[in-house]
C-alpha cells in the first residue's frame, strides 16, 4: 500500500517531529510498502491524478480541528468529489483556548465548509483518530460519532516505546542537572521567560540551563539571543526549526519545562521528566490523557512551579511512570487504529 501522508510541518521543530512520527508508525505496519510526504499548506487542485494514484491519503497529527482550516489554511482540493481514494484523519487535535465545558461543548465549532470536510471523511472512515479526549467529546457534540482516542502520533517513539519507563538519571538525582527550557508559542507570554528562569535558578542554582527555539528567532524572542541576556540570566540558547533533528538536544536534558506542547511529548516518550507550561487546550489535552499535572500560564508560575517541584519530589516523580505506562497502553490503541486502516 502507497499512502499520502499530508503534514502540517512547516517551520516549527513540533510539527516535524509529528510527520516523522506519523511517517513510521505507518511505515511500521506491514501491508504499508511506502509512506510519500505532501504538506498541506498548499492547494493540490492542479495533482488530483497525483493523490489519486495512491492508495490512500492521510491526515496526519497537529491541531487540524479547528473552525475553518480548510480551506483557508488547508486548501487541499476545492472538489473533494474529484478525490477517489480513501481518506483518513489520524491523531488530529482541538485547538481551543480553554477546556472548560463551555469551550469544549460549544455548537458550530467548524463552519460549514469545514464541517463537510470533516463530515465526508468520517464517512469513509471506520474511525476518526484523535488526539485526546477534549477531542473526542467536542467532534462528538459536532455530531461526527466514529471518534477513537489514538493520542498524539508524536507519543510514540518506536525505538523505545516496547520498554519505555522513567529515566533514572532525571533532575532529582543528579548533582548538577541540565534543564531544557522551550520558548513560549503565543508572543504574549514571553514575559513569563524572566520569572520561569528566575524560578528555576532558585530551587535549583546548580542547575545548567539552555533555552530552545522551536520556530528559531523572532522579533519576540530576539532578546534571548544577546549576550548581555544570556549572561546575566544565566542560560545558553539554541535553535531547532525547520526539522524535527534538533529534538535529539533533549536527549541530554535531566528536566524539560517549557511551553512547547511537543518538547513535552518528545521528552515523556523517552522517559523524561516534563512540565508543561500550558498556553492553551492542547497541553491539557495531553495530560489529562496521561496522568500529568497541569501548570497554567499566569502571574502565578512561578508559586505552581514550586508548589510542582516539591510534590514531585515528594512523590518520587510517580506521575512520569504512570504516563509512561499510559503511552503504552495507547500505543495498542494506535496500532488497532492503523491496522484497521490499511487493512478496511
Known amino acids: 500500500m502507497k499512502i499520502a501522508l499530508m503534514s502540517g510541518a512547516f517551520v516549527n521543530a513540533g510539527d516535524f517531529l509529528i510527520e516523522e512520527r506519523c511517517k513510521s508508525l505507518l511505515e511500521a505496519n506491514e501491508s504499508v510498502a511506502r509512506v510519500d510526504i505532501f504538506k498541506r499548506n498548499v492547494s493540490y487542485d492542479d495533482k488530483v491524478d497525483l493523490l489519486n494514484a495512491y492508495d490512500m491519503i492521510v491526515f496526519g497529527g497537529g491541531p487540524g480541528f479547528q ?103 532525571n533532575f532529582l538525582t543528579t548533582p548538577k542537572p541540565v534543564i531544557m527550557i522551550s520558548d513560549p508559542a503565543f508572543p504574549r507570554n514571553m514575559n513569563y521567560m524572566r520569572l520561569l528562569l528566575k524560578t528555576i535558578h532558585t530551587a535549583y542554582p546548580q542547575a545548567q540551563i539552555k533555552i530552545l527555539l522551536h520556530r528559531g528567532i523572532t522579533k519576540h524572542n530576539k532578546w534571548l539571543t544577546e549576550k548581555q541576556n544570556q549572561v546575566s540570566l544565566q542560560y545558553e540558547i539554541d535553535t531547532i526549526s525547520g526539522s ?101
Open 67 to 169: 473552525k475553518n482550516i480548510y480551506p483557508n489554511k488547508m486548501p487541499f482540493v476545492s472538489d473533494m468529489d474529484k478525490i477517489t481514494v480513501p481518506m483518513a484523519i489520524m491523531g488530529w487535535g482541538w485547538k481551543g483556548r480553554g477546556c472548560s465545558n463551555a469551550d469544549v461543548y460549544r455548537r458550530n465549532a467548524f463552519l460549514p465548509s469545514m464541517f463537510r470536510f470533516v463530515e465526508r471523511i468520517s464517512g469513509q472512515s471506520a474511525h476518526i483518530g484523535c488526539r485526546d479526549w477534549y477531542t473526542v467529546n467536542m467532534l462528538k457534540e459536532s455530531g461526527i460519532s466514529n471518534t477513537v482516542m489514538t493520542g498524539c502520533p508524536a507519543w510514540y517513539r518506536l525505538d523505545m516505546i516496547e520498554t519505555l519507563h522513567l529515566n533514572e538519571n
Open 244 to 344: 524535527a533533528a534538533g529534538f535529539r538536544l533533549y536527549d541530554a536534558c535531566n528536566l524539560h519545562i517549557g511551553f512547547r506542547v511537543h518538547a513535552h511529548i518528545y521528552n515523556v516518550s523517552m522517559g523524561n521528566p516534563s512540565i508543561l507550561l500550558n498556553e492553551d487546550a492542547r497541553g491539557s489535552g495531553v495530560n489529562d490523557a496521561l496522568g500529568i499535572r497541569n501548570v497554567s500560564v499566569d502571574k502565578y508560575l512561578d508559586k505552581q512551579l514550586y508548589s510542582y517541584f516539591s510534590y514531585l519530589e515528594e512523590t518520587d516523580l510517580m506521575q512520569y511512570t504512570r504516563a509512561c505506562e499510559n503511552i503504552k497502553f495507547y500505543y495498542g490503541v494506535m496500532q488497532r487504529f492503523i491496522s484497521e486502516l490499511v487493512n478496511p
